[in-house]
């Protein structure tokens, strides 16, 4: 091996732990009703059976009915309809891999359960609801959109032949808007329940109250089925009125889990050890899963691991990356199977963790850290941490392997740091934005004080929320909030309140045209490249787009080029631009404008005139307002947030290091790593604020 990389392959850095048990709060309380499917509760029948052989033979191709029959759920699934006919609500806990998400649903569309309405899956990530509407359509032997069907966002995959609907909970939420009963829905089943994702809490509320209306307003009942391999059990079971809980015995193949035996201080560099060590010592027929923090750490561990490739002979390693903002067909590539004599490593952050499976992975090796945001209310900072994982997450990331056939995962920490993590991880509603949620609250009727949350959020963050959206000018009142008006418009998009806001605004200054594309492109992923090995081309390829005016005048610069450019994947090529997620943020756009079309927004553009552009960013911005502190000029220039937060200009500004530095800034996003950083940022003058937002320019100048 090369001593540049200082990579011991031969190191056996690893204990095995067998007969691991899952977290002991999964198991509900004695008190609560419990059915057990096959006789054993969950915790007594998991194992990681380390004994069971790991096959060299490349594994039997069975028909896809008969890997569907292989499946617990799929050997129980008489008596889980007859469960399922019985019941209301119920929850199903079942093994990763046991087939809780594609065997459900399909049974109960096998039985016509859901007579005139459709079975509605929600998914917490977007990939997942994509990947695994297509395995079942193949399972169906249909095509995705006909009787299963997928909507994530910006992207309706369904028809009116649709029955068996994925979505993200995202979606489902915005459906409750138009429909709080949700009458479209015969079934609704919340999948991965665990995640607590801001939105998936929001619905279990609507849900109970679409439920109880519909009783008494005498509509087909509604059906609602909670699913997770790991959750706490007790709190959703006593919020679902004590509704039971089923168990699903067993997975489909053992995972061998291995423990560290001493603490790692470099999981990155352990798991470059790991992914060599695995590829050195097991056949080459089966791919590895390996779970990062972030877009970065995967890149630079992308890197390593082809720069160590190319120096091992015949060493065969193609390596996916998969993280949230790689274009959605860029991170299918994880799922295309690698020819016979190369071994696919994919590197990815937790949107690989729940609901997905990626044929072939027998190695998982998990790092057991995760990039998590947090929010302060009192100061809109978001900061991005990277924490240790709760053991549910750690279990989820195990059941990745062994989906297929039985698996390994490799934990890059010890047993006694497992034992000490939290069992659950905490729901995102207690450290999120809450504004965004607040507008599809308030839109769907319900009053926020006495809504039904399984876990309620701090009241300064409500207030916070509350604060945000009155300055915005979306609600109204002080004991009981509605929404303005323009606020129940702006509820309409599918976008930050505060993008939406400058939507609406936009004919004032003229310029929808350039509104929409800008919102667009923040709202999709990053459209500039910079390969390591091409930094400087990359950066010339830029200067071209660059408006001294700041990122917001720079994003537009690319699109109209990019609209503009006659041959577009090549141009994006020679440019150094993401050609995926350009053509994204196209559609994002088209969609966006159907919406203002609808609103009844005038159609309007202001050419080259873009103090108008900034102006109109102002109406939404504004709260996102920045000052350079007195008597600092210059360098990266320090600034102060409106609420008195120091942050620097992020170093992928086209602001960063602009000298002297502006006098005034509005940012699209403020970000806490080791240091502050206001991200997205333009140029204004003082000037404008005070015309466009007298009362809150006044409250900044005092600051100032
Ligand atoms: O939801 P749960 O973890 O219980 O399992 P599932 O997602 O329904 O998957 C059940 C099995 O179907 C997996 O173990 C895989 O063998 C197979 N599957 C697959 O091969 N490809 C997919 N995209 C989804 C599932
Ligand atoms: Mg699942």
């Not at 060493?315 to 799922?335: D, K, S, T, Y």
């Not at 103090?611 to 320090?638: E, M, P, Y």
């Amino acid at each position: 091996m090369d001593s540049k990389y200082n990579i011991s392959l031969n190191e056996p850095s690893f204990n095995s732990k067998f007969n691991q048990k899952r977290p002991k709060s999964s198991t509900p309380n004695k008190k609560k009703k419990m059915k057990l499917l096959n006789g054993k509760a969950l915790d007594q029948v998991h194992t990681t059976n380390g004994d069971q052989p790991t096959s060299t033979q490349p594994p039997v191709k069975l028909s896809l009915l008969e890997q569907r029959k292989k499946l617990p759920a799929y050997g129980v699934r008489g008596r889980l309809l007859e469960e399922i006919k019985k019941n209301n609500s119920m929850i199903i806990i079942g093994e990763t891999g046991s087939g809780k998400t594609t065997q459900v649903p399909q049974m109960i569309h096998e039985a016509r359960l859901e007579g005139t309405g459709m079975i509605g899956v929600t998914q917490p990530r977007r990939v997942a609801a994509i990947t695994v509407a297509m395995r079942v359509a193949q399972e169906m032997s249909t095509t995705v959109g006909e009787i299963v069907g997928y909507t994530v966002r910006f992207e309706d995959m369904t028809s009116h032949k649709t029955k068996v609907k994925y979505m993200t909970d995202g979606m489902l939420l915005r459906e409750a808007i138009l429909d709080p009963l949700l009458k479209a829905y015969s079934f609704i089943i919340i999948d991965e329940a665990h995640e607590r994702t801001v939105n998936g809490d929001v619905l279990f509320g609507i849900i109970k109250q679409a439920q109880k209306d519909r009783i008494q307003k005498n509509i087909l009942k509604l059906k609602v089925i909670i699913m997770s391999a790991t959750m706490n059990v007790d709190t959703f079971s006593s919020y679902l009125d004590d509704c039971p809980v089923i168990y699903l015995e067993g997975r489909t193949y053992p995972v061998t889990v291995y423990h560290m035996k001493t603490k790692s201080n470099d999981y990155q560099h352990t798991a470059l050890c790991t992914i060599f060590q695995i590829h050195k010592e097991s056949p080459i027929n089966h791919d590895i899963l390996v779970f990062l923090t972030g877009q970065e750490e995967i890149e630079n561990t992308a890197y390593n691991i082809r720069q160590i490739a190319k120096e091992i002979e015949g060493c065969n390693i193609r390596v996916c990356p998969l993280f949230a903002g790689l274009p959605p067909m860029q991170q299918l590539e994880a799922w295309r199977p690698a020819p016979a004599n190369i071994r696919k490593v994919i590197l990815a952050t937790n949107i690989a963790e729940t609901s997905i499976t990626i044929p072939n992975i027998k190695y998982v090796v998990d790092t057991g850290v995760v990039k998590s945001r947090r929010y302060c209310s009192s100061t809109g900072a978001e900061f991005l941490r990277v924490e240790s994982c709760s053991q549910a997450a750690c279990w989820q990331r195990t059941g990745r392997a062994g989906r297929d056939s039985p698996g390994k995962c490799y934990r890059l920490y010890t047993a006694e740091h497992f034992g000490a993590l939290s069992p659950f991880t905490q729901p995102d509603i207690l450290r999120c934005p809450l504004a965004p949620t607040l507008i599809q609250i308030l839109a769907l009727g319900i009053d926020p004080a006495t809504f039904d949350l399984i876990d309620k959020p701090p009241d300064e963050a409500v207030q916070g929320a509350v604060n945000l959206l009155k300055q915005l000018g979306a609600v109204q009142g002080t004991d009981s909030i509605t929404l303005t008006p323009i606020g129940k418009k702006m509820s309409a998009f599918p976008i930050d309140p505060k993008f939406s806001k400058m939507l609406m605004n936009s004919s004032e200054f003229g310029c929808l045209d350039e509104a929409l594309s800008i919102v667009a492109l923040i709202s999709s992923e990053g459209v500039f490249q910079c390969p390591i090995s091409k930094r400087e081309e990359a950066s010339i390829a830029k200067n071209k787009f660059i408006s001294p005016l700041g990122d917001h005048i720079t994003l537009l610069n690319v699109y109209k080029a990019f609209c503009n450019a006659p041959f577009k994947k090549q141009w994006c090529r020679e440019n150094y631009l993401n050609f995926r997620n350009l053509t994204y943020a196209q559609s994002v756009r088209q969609q966006l404008a159907d919406l203002c079309l609808r609103q009844k927004i005038q159609s309007s553009s202001c050419g080259q005139n873009y103090d108008q552009v900034l102006k109109c960013l102002i109406t939404g911005l504004f709260v996102n307002s920045a000052w350079v502190r007195n008597g600092h000029s210059g360098g990266t220039g320090r600034y102060v947030t409106a609420t008195g937060m120091t942050a620097a200009v992020h170093p992928s500004s086209v602001l960063h290091g602009t000298s002297p530095a502006p006098r005034c800034l509005i940012y699209t996003e403020l970000i806490s790593t080791q240091r502050t950083y206001i991200s997205g940022v333009s140029v204004i003058e003082v000037d404008w604020l005070f015309q466009i937002v007298p009362e809150f320019a006044r409250k900044c100048r005092i600051m100032h």
